[in-house]
């Protein structure tokens, strides 16, 4: 009996051990990108840079150049319908690409990639400096490369 009593302990360890291992490999999908990382995938062309800022902020900032731009949000900053259906359009049937979600500061790309993953996506992370970072340390402010909205063309 006691013998009975102790294998279920170490059989109760042992999946406890393997839940917890399997938990912490699935966090690992969820890569989050270093800016300087995402920016030498960017200019290896080994990245597409999905921005789901608002227009107006794309306005205000200017956009990554060749970056895919799907805004989240109305100027309202209320989810828009078609969101989620945009992006999956655009990440659909393309399993060989790797996508970087980027926003202001990151708060909204960990929310999308969240979602992406456990939908099945695979080949999605986010840069959760964001293009302002929290602190004045995103893309814009590193200088990386980014274009005027309104005209299409190179900031510096």
């Known amino acids: 009996m006691v013998t009975i009593s102790y294998f279920r302990l170490i059989l109760l360890n042992i999946l406890f051990f ?5 938990l912490y490999c699935m966090d690992e999908f969820n890569i989050e990108l270093k800016l300087q990382e995402a920016l030498n995938l960017y200019k ?3 990245i597409v840079i999905l921005d789901i800022r608002t227009a107006n902020e794309w306005k205000t900032t200017g956009i990554i150049p060749k970056s895919i731009l799907i805004s989240m949000h109305d100027e309202n900053f209320l989810e828009r319908k078609d969101f989620v259906k945009e992006l999956k359009e655009v990440l659909s049937g393309k399993d060989d690409k790797s996508f970087a ?3 202001a500061s990151g708060s909204r790309s960990k929310v999308v990639t969240d979602f992406l993953l456990k939908e099945g996506y695979k080949n999605i ?3 959760p400096d964001g293009i302002l970072g929290k602190q004045n340390d995103g893309w ?3 200088g990386y490369p980014l274009l005027d909205y309104n005209n299409q063309k190179e900031k510096n």
């Open 18 to 22: 393997l839940i917890n291992t399997l």
């Open 44 to 46: 290896s062309n080994n």
């Open 101 to 103: 979600l980027i926003c």
């Open 125 to 127: 992370s986010h840069i």
């Open 140 to 142: 814009l402010f590193k």
